[in-house]
C-alpha cells in the first residue's frame, strides 16, 4: 500500500511539474515570439513595497512614496520611482516662487513603458523651463479620482495652470460603477453615482484599502511574494493578464457596453457617461479658480479606424461645448495629428498600445504651441513666496 501511494505522489508531483513547465514555455512562447502583452519577468529581487497600491482612503490607487518598479515588457524597458509625495517625477516642493503647471491624467500621462527624459510632460518642462508637475497615474486611474487628486493633494502644490491628460478610451468606463464592479470588483474605488439629480461619492470594497498598517504589513508581505513570481516567470504575469482580460470583458458584456478591443471613446460614451465627466471637471474648474486649464484629447489606434469609417465623433463637439461654459479653459485633440501617419506603431507600442518616445515628443510640440500658454504667462500667480524650488 506505501509503495503504490509513494508512486501515485510521485506521478502526481511529475505530473504538476511537467504542467507548470509547459505553461511556463506557453507563457514565454506567447510573450516573446506572438507580441501577448503581458509583463516580462525582469529577474529582480522584488520590493515588498508595492508601486501602484489601493492606499488612499479619498482617491484609491496611488504610488507608495520612495516605491521602485522595474518594467519590462517586449517593446520596452522602463524603471518607475516615487518620489516623496508617491509623484512618478522628480522631488518637487509644495512651495514655489516660479510659476508651474501641474498635470493629471493616466498612463499616458504618467509615462508607462517611458524613461522620465521621454514623457511629454518631462519634454514641455525642458522646451518651455516652466516646471510641469506629474500626477499622473496607471493604477486603473479615471477623472474622478484625479479629479479628488487635486482637490485634496494636488492644489496645495503652488501652480498657475494645469494640464488634463484626457483619454477616452478608457477614462469614461473607469468612472462607471457597474463597468467597475464587474471588471475591477477586487479593488478599492471611489465613484460618483447619481442619486436624485445630485452625485454622490461612493467607495467600492472598502475592505481593500490597505492604509491600516497592519493590514498594509500583511498585503505587503502576500504581494511581495506574488512578486517574486512574476519576477522569475512568464505563466504568472500571462495569468494575470489573462483575468484581468476577462474581468473587463465581463464587465464590457453584462452591462452592454463594447469590449475595450471594439471601443473608441470619442463615439461610444453615454449620456450618463458625459453628465459624470461634466460635472468632474466642473469640480477641478472650480477648484482651479481662475488659473487656465488645459484638456488635451488622447487617440488610441482604435480611433483611426472609427476616422477611416466616416463615424461622427461627438467628443469633439461635446467637448468644446463643455469648455465655452468655463472660462479660460481650453481644449488640444491629438486625434488629426496622429491620424496622418501612415503606420500606427510608429506611435504606439506594439505589445501594449501606449505611447512611443516619438508620440511624446510630437505631443510636447503640439502642447507646447496651443494658446493656453500665453493664458498661463498672462495668469497672476497668486502662490506665496519661498525659496526656489523644482
Excluded at 501515485?8 to 511556463?24: G, Q, R
Excluded at 516615487?82 to 498635470?103: C, L, P, W
Aim: charged share 25%.
Amino acid at each position: 500500500m506505501y509503495k503504490i501511494l509513494k508512486s501515485a505522489m510521485k506521478t502526481t508531483l511529475l505530473l504538476v511539474i511537467s504542467c507548470l513547465a509547459a505553461l511556463e514555455i506557453f507563457s514565454a512562447v506567447a510573450m516573446r515570439l506572438f507580441d501577448l502583452p503581458a509583463n516580462l519577468p525582469n529577474y529582480e529581487i522584488p520590493s515588498f513595497k508595492p508601486f501602484w497600491s489601493d492606499i488612499n482612503p479619498i482617491w484609491g490607487v496611488w504610488h507608495e512614496p520612495h516605491s521602485r518598479y522595474d518594467h519590462v515588457r517586449k517593446c520596452y524597458q522602463a524603471t518607475y520611482t516615487a518620489n516623496s509625495h508617491g509623484m512618478r517625477d522628480q522631488e518637487r516642493t509644495i512651495k514655489s516662487d516660479k510659476k508651474r503647471i501641474v498635470v493629471l491624467g493616466d498612463s499616458f500621462t504618467e509615462g508607462f513603458g517611458l524613461k522620465l527624459h521621454e514623457r511629454w510632460t518631462d519634454q514641455l518642462e525642458e522646451k518651455t523651463q516652466i516646471p510641469h508637475l506629474n500626477f499622473g497615474n496607471a493604477g486603473i486611474f479615471g477623472p474622478t479620482q484625479y479629479s479628488l487628486l487635486y482637490e485634496n493633494l494636488v492644489k496645495k502644490f503652488d501652480h498657475a495652470g494645469v494640464i488634463i491628460g484626457l483619454f477616452p478610451g478608457n477614462d469614461f468606463l473607469d468612472d462607471s460603477i457597474q463597468f467597475g464592479q464587474a471588471a475591477f470588483g477586487h479593488r478599492y474605488r471611489p465613484y460618483y453615482v447619481k442619486k436624485n439629480d445630485a452625485y454622490e461619492l461612493v467607495y467600492f470594497k472598502k475592505d481593500e484599502l490597505g492604509d491600516a498598517p497592519e493590514r498594509q504589513k500583511k498585503k505587503s508581505l502576500s504581494r511581495g511574494m506574488r512578486q517574486v513570481f512574476r519576477n522569475f516567470t512568464h505563466a504568472v504575469n500571462v495569468v494575470e493578464y489573462t483575468i484581468g482580460l476577462i474581468r473587463q470583458w465581463t464587465g464590457a458584456k453584462i452591462h452592454g457596453r463594447k469590449f475595450i478591443f471594439d471601443y473608441s471613446g470619442y463615439v461610444d460614451y453615454t449620456d450618463a457617461d458625459w453628465y459624470r465627466f461634466s460635472y468632474v471637471f466642473s469640480r477641478i474648474r472650480k477648484a482651479a479658480g481662475t488659473k487656465p486649464i488645459l484638456v488635451v484629447i488622447i487617440p488610441r489606434p482604435g480611433d483611426f479606424l472609427y476616422l477611416k469609417q466616416g463615424k461622427y465623433f461627438k467628443l469633439q463637439q461635446d467637448l468644446k461645448s463643455l469648455i465655452a461654459k468655463h472660462p479660460n479653459s481650453f481644449m488640444l485633440d491629438l486625434l488629426p495629428i496622429f491620424a496622418k501617419a501612415t503606420d500606427w506603431k510608429d506611435h504606439y507600442q506594439i505589445c501594449d498600445g501606449h505611447w512611443t518616445p516619438l508620440a511624446n515628443t510630437i505631443a510636447a510640440d503640439e502642447i507646447r504651441n496651443h494658446p493656453f500658454y500665453d493664458a498661463f504667462d498672462t495668469q497672476v500667480d497668486t502662490s506665496n513666496t519661498s525659496p526656489l524650488a523644482p
